[in-house]
């Protein structure tokens, strides 16, 4: 035995000497073989990651759940006389509900939004009525932002609840807002190593690798994060919020609102106090606010606002003009349920005493007023205006009594108590820690966009 496999190996090796040519053929065709397999493999593999992330997963591609029946493909030579169609099939047809597919995603003009993509939905037809069954699937799937929208039976409107992405909120927000987005965003981009990222929530600002900025919308106004400490800007021109509290925004904890071209301003000096130690980056301006306004079932569609939930309402018999649709946003907002102090006061370039009363309720001017740390002394009693306040000092200055002896020739040296009333007009931010104000005081002083800081009584 041993000596036939010696024999068959000693042919063998003959055998390969005369035809190694034939032999390296063979075994190149294998190995070419072996290696088109494994693409094939990985192409399969890889369309079918691609359809799980664009709609259903790949094992439940062509079929529908259960009291869903899928709507039927369109060829694209026929796709314009069916959306006709579908109009006018979304006007008579009896059904209780269409979710129109969601078309590929679109490149946004607020920036790359490839990471926020939603999967799009299957296309579904609903029986009318529905079954307590089909309604808690299908607000499964609005949960899961695969519906895009709902169609109401006979004497029904829907109303929506939904939440918006950043994006979605920059590109339906109005011209001032995206105004100031731009210059912020060229102001952040002008210093080198900065690197811009639009998320769900946010747009973040990378130096390098941390986080160093943020803009956030938060109802109708744009708010910039910040890495800087805002206990270093408590008693400022800057009026802040530290949000450190938030785990999200721990990096950079500093918010400041936008609401007016002042804060604007005051937000690009932030920005340059940010950024003292870095390299400018040649970055040429951009206008970042040439973003096109898109209405909401635009932007469901595109995956940039989901449907949260739905429900169908009965039209008032002796309303005929109700809406099919009505929305209410309930945003996935970083700050859900935070109450900024300025939240509803609109800053004004110039506001006089005669006017101020309208402008903001006594109430609220009360909230306005901070407690500051100096104990209050009687002993010799003053009173100043606060228009000429605004006369002897500058914009965002600290206003103190001892200031005030300073600059007002016509205030007593030997005053110890000062209350400021309201005068005239005033046309700057001031930070006045004063003994005692009137509230019409309180109102300019805080609708210019400065602080009212009370000394505490002894």
């Known amino acids: 035995m041993k000596n036939f496999l010696l024999s068959v190996l000693s042919d063998a090796l003959d055998y390969l000497r005369e035809n190694l040519t034939t032999v390296l053929i063979i075994a190149g065709a294998v190995v070419a073989a072996i290696a088109v397999i494994v693409i094939i493999a990985c192409c399969v593999r890889a369309r079918r990651k691609r359809a799980r992330r664009g709609g259903q997963p790949a094992a439940m591609q062509g079929t529908a759940s259960p009291g869903l029946a899928p709507a039927e493909p369109v060829p694209e030579e026929n796709a314009a006389a069916h959306e006709e169609n579908a109009v006018a099939a979304e006007t008579n047809a009896p059904a209780a509900g269409i979710a129109k597919p969601m078309p590929a995603a679109e490149s946004s003009a607020v920036g790359d939004n490839s990471s926020i993509r939603q999967p799009a939905p299957l296309t579904v037809?609903?029986?009318?009525?529905?079954?307590?069954?089909?309604r808690e699937e299908l607000e499964k799937y609005a949960g899961q932002g695969r519906v895009t929208f709902i169609k109401p039976r006979p004497g029904m409107f829907i109303r929506y609840r939904y939440n918006r992405s950043f994006s979605a909120k920059l590109i339906q927000a109005d011209e001032k807002v995206k105004r100031y987005y731009s210059q912020l965003k060229n102001a952040l981009l002008a210093y080198a190593k900065v690197a811009p990222r639009v998320s769900w929530r946010h747009e973040s600002f990378r130096y390098g690798r941390p986080s160093v900025a943020k803009f956030v919308i938060r109802g109708k106004t744009l708010c910039l994060c910040l890495a800087l400490d805002p206990a270093d800007y408590s008693e400022s021109k800057y009026i802040v919020d530290d949000m450190s509290r938030y785990a999200k925004f721990a990096g950079t904890p500093l918010l400041y609102r936008i609401k007016n071209d002042r804060r604007c301003r005051y937000a690009k000096e932030l920005i340059a106090k940010l950024f003292e130690a870095a390299e400018p980056s040649g970055h040429e301006e951009e206008d970042f606010s040439l973003i096109p306004y898109k209405d909401t079932q635009a932007l469901v569609e595109e995956g940039l606002i989901k449907i949260v939930s739905f429900q169908e309402v009965a039209l008032p018999a002796e309303n005929g003009e109700q809406p099919l649709v009505e929305e209410e946003f309930e945003d996935d907002d970083d700050f859900e349920g935070e109450d900024f102090e300025d939240d509803d006061d609109d800053e004004l370039e110039e506001v006089s005493a005669a006017d101020v009363g309208g402008l903001m309720a006594d109430d609220r001017a009360k909230l306005r007023v901070q407690q500051g740390e100096t104990l209050s002394d009687k002993s010799k009693s003053g009173i100043i205006n606060i228009d000429t306040l605004g006369q002897f000092f500058e914009e965002g200055e600290k206003v103190t009594l001892e200031e005030i002896k300073k600059r007002v020739p016509y205030v007593a040296k030997n005053v110890t108590y000062i209350k400021v009333l309201a005068r005239g007009t005033l046309s700057k931010p001031l930070i006045v820690v004063a003994d005692?104000?009137?509230?019409?005081?309180?109102?300019?002083?805080?609708?210019?966009?400065?602080?009212a800081i009370r000394n505490k009584k002894a």
């Open 125 to 134: 037809e609903q029986p009318a009525p529905l079954t307590a069954e089909q």
């Open 436 to 451: 005692d104000f009137s509230l019409e005081a309180v109102k300019m002083i805080v609708l210019t966009g400065g602080r």
